[in-house]
């Protein structure tokens, strides 16, 4: 069957290729495929999947809905899971955070959530000129393909992408230069070719860019720079928010106040397409329509997220797992980065180790992960972090299981490199996709 995948599907096509077998079930942190092969999941959908795979609970709410003749599709008209989730949302998620935002349906994927936030901040401030940051990835479309730092994702474009401004993220320049530094230089100076944005987008923590982590004196002196300079401040959350990093925000412990938000991925609970921008009510300029779509208003999604919230949200232990499920990762990895001359790096339940100086090595873990069980992804912009992204519900048992695949893999995979008679290169550990 995956020969019908290479004779059918195009070329660009990506994760089969990393993960070549034909999945059949998934239940939990488990993916189980055509041959009966079990697999762990570190990967969770890139974020999508944070309380995993067919959630019981989410999935009974889905059922129930569609046996009870439930509106599936109906633009952005008003159904009655769209007013439940609304409520259950600002019950369960704004209010207890004292959190004031208008919530605004764009299309149903991450990028169309970073669309519509720099089209606003762009109306709002009447600048054009948006600040994105050097490994950034905000997605596909062409607006947010020209704040992503990715050069073979910016390459697709086949045209300019314009209206941003390129400057360095938290740690870019070393742990001893602060690029706020040169930020502040720049934009204080009238001379300098930059000018004030309309607004700053910003990753707390960048997973695609190569799990890194900006500090919080880094994002609170950011959003201080973008209030002098009368900027707007973007967080994209659509990665690392719905609790990935142990809190429903990844910044709500820090002392920033976000004017537009975008989240997506985990945000359904179960998988499903659907992304929300929040919106600072002060700046909600839209005129009616003026930022359209057909798929504006998943009501399916509304119901898993609803479910969601309410199992999830409502009181502290899914907070409390994540921390202390992330302190066993981090202690795992950092034994592993000392073994192995890794870095290890995160927040929460988004970890990475990374190989800087012997890139392939990620790639070849990832490859060798996969044929003992587990699926794990690389980032980064040599694909040199090796990115561990589970479910927030995994167990303990599973998750010790994967570290001691990945423990397994590693260990091989330098063995080999460490090996001289045998020439190691990334492209010789290349999986041929079976057919
Ligand atoms: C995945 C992602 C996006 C894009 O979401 P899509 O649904 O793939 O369009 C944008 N920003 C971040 C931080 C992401 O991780």
Not at 19 to 30: H, N, Q, V
Request: hydrophobic share 40%.
């Amino acid at each position: 069957m995956t020969k019908t995948i290479d004779r059918l599907e195009s070329e660009v096509r990506s994760y089969v290729r990393s993960f070549p077998t034909i999945f059949t079930k998934a239940e939990g942190s488990i993916l189980t495929d055509e041959k009966g092969r079990e697999y762990i999941d570190f990967f969770a959908g890139a974020g999508a999947l944070n309380y995993g795979h067919n959630e019981p609970d989410l999935r009974d709410a889905l059922i129930a809905y569609l046996g009870s003749m439930g509106v599936t599709h109906s633009l952005d008209m008003a159904t009655e899971a769209k007013v439940e989730f609304l409520k259950t949302f600002d019950e369960l998620i704004l209010q207890p955070r004292e959190m004031d935002f208008k919530v605004m349906f764009p299309g149903p994927t991450g990028t169309n959530a970073v669309e519509a936030a720099i089209k606003l901040a762009r109306k709002v401030t009447e600048r054009t000129s948006v600040v994105a940051f050097t490994n950034a990835f905000h997605g596909m479309t062409l607006g947010s393909l020209a704040l992503t730092g990715n050069e073979s994702k910016r390459n697709g474009a086949g045209m300019d992408l314009h209206g941003v401004t390129r400057l360095p993220f938290c740690g870019y320049m070393g742990d001893d230069t602060s690029t706020l530094d040169y930020m502040e230089a720049v934009l204080a100076d009238p001379s300098s070719g930059i000018d004030a944005p309309a607004a700053f987008i910003v990753e707390t923590i960048q997973g695609e860019g190569g799990v890194n982590v900006a500090s919080r004196a880094w994002l609170e002196r950011l959003q201080k720079i973008a209030k002098r300079h009368g900027s707007l401040l973007i967080v994209d959350d659509i990665q690392v928010g719905c609790g990935r990093t142990g809190t429903f925000f990844s910044f709500e412990d820090y002392d920033i106040q976000p004017d537009i938000i975008c989240l997506s991925k985990s945000i359904s609970g179960y998988g499903l397409p659907f992304a929300l921008t929040l919106i600072r009510p002060g700046i909600d300029d839209w005129k009616p329509g003026e930022h359209n779509g057909t798929f504006r208003g998943n009501n399916l999604a509304f119901v898993t997220a609803t479910e969601s919230l309410k199992k999830y949200w409502s009181d502290e232990k899914l907070s409390k797992a994540v921390k202390a499920k992330a302190e066993m990762v981090m202690e795992r990895l950092t034994g592993l980065a000392n073994r192995f001359d890794g870095v290890a790096r995160g927040r929460g339940l988004i970890q990475g180790l990374a190989f800087d100086e012997m890139p392939a090595v990620a790639d070849a873990v990832s490859k060798e992960a996969f044929e003992n069980g587990l699926i794990i992804e690389t980032s980064g912009a040599h694909g040199e972090v090796l990115k561990l992204l589970p479910a927030l519900t995994i167990s303990e048992k599973e998750l010790e299981r994967g570290l001691d695949i990945l423990e397994g893999a590693i260990e091989k995979v330098m063995k080999e490199h460490r090996t001289p008679s045998k020439s190691w290169s990334a492209s010789e550990s290349t999986v041929e996709i079976q057919s």
